[in-house]
Each structure stands twice: as structure tokens, then as C-alpha cells.
């Protein structure tokens, strides 16, 4: 009779270890290029209205992606995973682009930040209650450390501009779009591969902003090509590349701890802002970019595990410099 050979356990170890980097890995471009995308805003958003660039985004991106499909033969999704790329498509990549576009032309860069991290908590939360995931104590304390950092990221950056009680209601109606639709996301990657799912969610975005397709071709003739540069740019790096890498890494953990991944953005968006715009930051601002790094840490970490020693005493078992992303 044969019989099958099984992975070895150092086989099915390394295996799982590379599965682990990449998916780091990925996370990790997800959130550089998410930082890079509010500089992009600030430039494209001088010559765009918020629907206008919201669209050209979308549509930049879902050629891109269509492209890759096509090349890689990705095909339709399952039926299964539909119901996850719809709702996530409505939230995520239509309403939640064009409400934080506008929630921004309305309240001062500190205040949107702040309202728009309260995102990464819902999405713990709503992933606890429909999920089923997990709430460690580690993951809790790391997000209450980031969003502190955000805060104060948020009040060293506020009187930059003038604030308004609408802008901050589409900036938390932008956080709550967000969190929806990563929880959404996160059964449809149980059915499909990140390409799949991020580019029909991608198109299903895009739909629901066509009306703002009459602006797009009159600001677009108007605009500087900066501007417009900007907005492609958005469109296939922030939004086709980091869109994709997310969903891969979040298809290898839970909604909760890729939630609390992305308070590394804020502290990104500080230091490219000193790059490419010379915005020098002030000390409150860099203790708070530190703080939102050392919360990601907290929240991505693992308690140690403990096992019995030949005598009977408790002692603890070598780290596992393995993480999940």
C-alpha cells in the first residue's frame, strides 16, 4: 500500500515562517505607502474636489489592477466571497475615499487624524463581535499606546487650519466606513486571493462614485499636471499595490492586530511631511509619532510561553521570533 509522505515539523516550521515574513512584509508596504498617500492628497486635493479625486483614484487603480488579473488570470471570484467584496467596496473603497477627501477640506490636518484613528479600535471591536476574534490583552494595551500617540500627533498638528462640526462628523462617518469594511473584507479572503478580492472591491468603489465623472474631465482639463500626477499615483500605488499587500496580510490574521498595525501610518506621515514638504516637526509631535510606533510593537507582540523543566520548575520556553502579520 503507499502511503503519502508527510512535511517534516522543520519542514512545516520554516514554511510557516516564510508564510509569516511575507506577510510582514506586505503589511509593511501597506503601511509606507498608505503614509505616502496623505502627502499625495495635500497636492492632488488643491486642483480635485473630493468625489472628483476619489474617482480618478479608483479608476487609475482598477486599471492597474485589471491589468495584473488579466496577465496572472486571476478569473471571477467565488460566489461565496461576493457578499464581502460588495459591502467592503461600498465602504471602503467608495464612500469612506470621497468622505475623508472632503472630511479634510473641512477640519485642520490634527483633527482629522484624530477622529480617523478612532478606526483601528472599531475594527478591533466589530471584529470581536462578528468575527469572533480574539481581544489579547497585549493587543488591547498596544492600540490604547498608539491611539494615545495619535492624539497627540493630532493636538500638535491642530490650528493648522479652521474646524468644523460637519467635518469632523464625515471624518468619523470616514472611520467608520473604514472599520466596516475591513471586517467585511476579512470572511471574502476565505473564498478568494487578495488580487481578486481588492480588485472587484476596487470596481464596485468606482461605480458607486461615477457621478462625480462630469467634475473629473472638467477639473482634470484645468488641473496642473502635479496634481494629476498625484492623483495616478494614489491611484496605482496607495491604492492597487497597498490595497492588495493589506488584504494579503490581513487573509494571515485577524482584523484586530491589522487594525493596529496601521497606527505605524501617523508616525510615517511625520517624518515624510519633514522630507518632501520640509515640515519640520515640533518635540510633541515626534513624542507622539514614537508612541503610536511603540504601541504597534506592544499590539504585535506575543507573551512568551512557558514550559516545565526536567525538575519540575517552570521556565521559559526559547522565544519564537516568528510573527504573524
Known sequence: MMTTARPSPSAASASGRRSQLLAAGAAT????????AFVSIRSAGEAYSPGALALGRLLAGAVTLGLICLVRRAGLPPRPAWRGIAISGLLWFGFYMVALNWGEQQVDAGTAALVVNVGPVLIALLGAR???????????????????????????????????????????????????????????????????????????????????????????????????????YLGVFPTALAFTTWAYALARTTAGRMGATTYAVPALVVLMSWLALGEVPGPLTLAGGALCLAGVAVSRSRRRARTASPDGAVAPRPRDTSRSA
Not at 508596504?29 to 505616502?36: E, Y
Open 29 to 36: 508596504v501597506t503601511v509606507v505607502l498608505w503614509a505616502s
Open 130 to 232: 462578528l468575527l469572533g476574534d480574539a481581544l489579547p490583552p497585549r493587543l488591547v494595551a498596544g492600540m490604547a499606546v498608539s491611539f494615545a500617540g495619535a492624539v497627540t500627533v493630532g493636538l500638535s498638528m491642530s490650528g493648522e487650519g479652521g474646524s468644523s462640526l460637519f467635518g469632523v462628523v464625515l471624518c468619523l462617518l470616514a472611520a467608520v466606513a473604514y472599520a466596516g469594511g475591513v471586517v467585511a473584507q476579512k470572511p471574502a479572503l476565505g473564498h478568494a486571493t487578495a488580487l481578486q478580492v481588492t480588485t472587484f472591491g476596487c470596481l464596485t468603489g468606482a461605480v458607486l462614485c461615477l457621478p462625480f465623472a462630469g467634475q473629473l474631465v472638467h477639473e482634470a482639463a484645468e488641473a496642473p499636471v502635479s496634481a494629476t500626477l498625484n492623483m495616478l
